[in-house]
């Protein structure tokens, strides 16, 4: 069985500030209204997969963080994030940017693109329900925009 929840239309997105430096147009600090979708696949228990407010409540806590942020990478190869506790700062072939700490959020990714980002949500919404046995698969979307997003799917529970 599969639960699914749209994001466009829960309340569960989110508008950031980032950039890709290895592809030119996108290596420009730019922002994107993203809307986040899940789906959860298993067996019911009890008559239910899952409650849908017990997710939308997570995901919905967990993209919050992202809201109104410049998403930056923790680590890669291209760009160089250093912070104090007041300041961060990027640096990538010619251009530097420095950003209050409070309007930075640093995902845990050597990039910030979409794909990444799914990546992480993923990662994060299978950690807060991994006490639910019963669920064998999740699968974040992550959209840019309408019509264009991507896709992580991970395996619930594996041992």
């Known amino acids: 069985m599969i639960l699914r929840v749209e994001g466009s239309h829960n309340r569960i997105n ?15 600090l730019h922002g994107h ?7 959860l696949e298993g067996e019911p228990k009890d008559g239910i997969l899952i409650d ?4 939308k409540s997570a995901l919905r806590r967990l993209v919050d963080t992202f809201d109104h942020k410049v998403l930056l990478p923790e680590s890669s190869s291209i760009s160089m994030v250093t912070c104090n506790t007041k300041e961060c700062f990027v640096t990538y072939g010619d251009k530097q940017f420095r950003f209050p700490v409070s309007d930075v ?9 979409s ?3 799914a990546d ?24 840019e925009g309408p019509g264009q997003c991507t896709c992580q799917e991970l395996p ?4």
Request: charged letters at 30%; a positive charge.
């Open 14 to 28: 989110f508008s950031a500030a980032h950039f890709i430096p290895s592809i030119e147009k996108c290596s420009r």
């Open 33 to 39: 209204d993203y809307a986040v979708d899940l789906e």
């Open 52 to 55: 849908y407010g017990i997710v």
């Open 105 to 113: 959020y640093i995902l845990e990714r050597q990039i910030t693109s």
């Open 115 to 117: 794909e990444m980002i």
């Open 120 to 143: 992480y949500l993923a990662d994060q919404m299978r950690d807060k329900l991994k006490q639910y046995k019963n669920l064998k698969k999740i699968r974040i979307c992550v959209y």
């Open 156 to 159: 619930f529970n594996a041992e």
